[in-house]
Every structure is written in structure tokens, then in C-alpha cells.
């Protein structure tokens, strides 16, 4: 049963600690999306990738959060230093061409 | 892209029929609509998506008008586990980002 899947799915760090959250996409799907998920502002679009290639990051804070991805089966967004307000679920998702997006479980982001 | 407008929340009871209604006045030739579903502490699933007319599905159908200017989530007899949000997307998936507005919090109770 094909799905993506992230790591971690929680992580508790202190404010400007470095924080790496890696998505393995659906083998075979060629867009990777970034996503953000907070009470306040609902789901937010961070970054977005096709073949690799990043898209779009608009929706990132430049000065301190990173998306990439080395290989076609990892996506990494790195966030240093980390504050109290990037606290969130941190989603990613897949999209192999039909329009359809798989997502992963989330990682839960705590930073005190 | 296409903004899109839904209900903040709606609330049925079990066995109902439930209409969620989606608005996306400026919606583009290329673009689909598609609806997914979200339970708390789990990442958004895709429902169903059409382009024009109904879809339907073994769990919703979509109603689309001609002009494609709104959409509507049909769920047939919901049940308690459909209390979920529901989110309306409108975009070509094959150029757009993919922004998610507020979504519709569907309350189901007994």
C-alpha cells in the first residue's frame, strides 16, 4: 500500500534549535508539496517541488526555513533557528499527475 | 488561482443527506475541483475531483453547474465518522500550487 511517509512524527526542541523534518514521497510521483497546519491560519503552502526542482517557496520564511530534495525518494525542509511561532503540523504530500494528493501523517513540531 | 469560499461549519445528524457547497467565481479553463477530507491529527484524503457535470464515487458524488463557478459536495447518510473538515481545492494540478482555503467543519451527531 503505497504512502508517503515522514519523519519524525513528533519533535520537542527548545527555541533556535535546528530542526530537520524528512518526507519520502510515493515512489513515482513527481510533485512534492510542503505544508504547514496551525489553529490560527489553517493549511498553508511552505514549498513545492516537481522533478526535484523547487517551484515555489514563497509561502516560506527565507531567513531561516530550507526546502529540498537530494534524491527523488526525499524531501527535507530544515527550519534554523527555530522559534515558538513555527509550533505546528508540518505536512507532506505527493501528487503523481492525476491531480490527487497523498498525504503523510504529519510531523508535530513543538518548539518551546 | 482560484479562491475559493465554503460554509465555516455545518452540523447534521446520522442518516442525513449533507450538501457542502464550494464558491470559485474566477475558476479557469484548465482548472479542477477537488475535495478532500481531514480528521483530526491526520493528514488531508482525497474524496473525489470532476472538471464538469457529477462525479460520483462509492462515498460522494460532486455536482458541478455549467459554468463551473461553484461546486457541491454531496454525502449521502452520513454517519458519525464523517465528522471531519472538508476542504474544496480548485486548481490545475499539472501547474498550479495547491492552496487550501478555510475548509467546512461538518459536525455529525447521533
Known amino acids: 500500500d503505497a504512502r508517503v511517509t515522514q519523519t519524525p512524527r513528533d519533535k520537542v526542541t527548545e527555541m533556535g534549535q535546528e530542526v530537520t523534518m524528512r518526507c519520502q514521497p510515493i515512489l513515482g510521483h513527481n510533485t512534492v508539496f510542503w505544508y504547514r497546519q496551525t489553529m490560527m491560519q489553517g493549511l498553508e503552502l511552505l514549498a513545492y517541488?516537481?522533478?526535484?526542482?523547487?517551484?515555489?517557496d514563497s509561502g516560506m520564511p527565507k531567513d531561516r526555513f530550507s526546502a529540498e530534495m537530494p534524491d527523488a525518494t526525499l524531501a527535507t525542509l530544515k527550519i534554523q533557528p527555530s522559534e515558538p511561532r513555527d509550533s505546528a503540523v508540518y505536512f507532506c504530500?505527493?501528487?503523481?499527475?492525476?491531480?490527487?494528493?497523498?498525504f503523510g501523517e504529519g510531523s508535530r513540531l513543538t518548539v518551546l | 488561482l482560484a479562491k475559493t469560499t465554503q460554509p465555516i461549519s455545518m452540523d447534521s445528524y446520522e442518516g442525513q443527506e449533507v450538501n457542502i457547497t464550494c464558491s470559485h467565481n474566477n475558476i479557469a479553463t484548465n482548472d479542477y475541483i477537488t475535495w478532500y477530507q481531514q480528521f483530526p491529527s491526520q493528514g488531508p484524503r482525497f474524496i473525489i475531483q470532476?472538471?464538469?457535470t457529477k462525479v460520483t464515487n462509492e462515498v460522494a458524488s460532486l455536482f458541478i453547474p455549467a459554468d463551473r463557478k461553484s461546486s457541491t459536495l454531496s454525502l449521502p447518510r452520513v454517519s458519525l465518522s464523517d465528522t471531519a473538515v472538508y476542504y474544496c481545492?480548485?486548481?490545475?494540478?499539472?501547474?498550479?500550487?495547491?492552496?487550501f482555503g478555510t475548509g467546512t467543519r461538518l459536525q455529525v451527531f447521533p
Open positions: 517541488f516537481r522533478n526535484r526542482a523547487p517551484l515555489d
Open positions: 481545492l480548485v486548481g490545475d494540478f499539472n501547474t498550479d500550487k495547491l492552496i
Open positions: 504530500a505527493s501528487e503523481g499527475g492525476r491531480g490527487e494528493l497523498f
Open positions: 470532476g472538471y464538469k
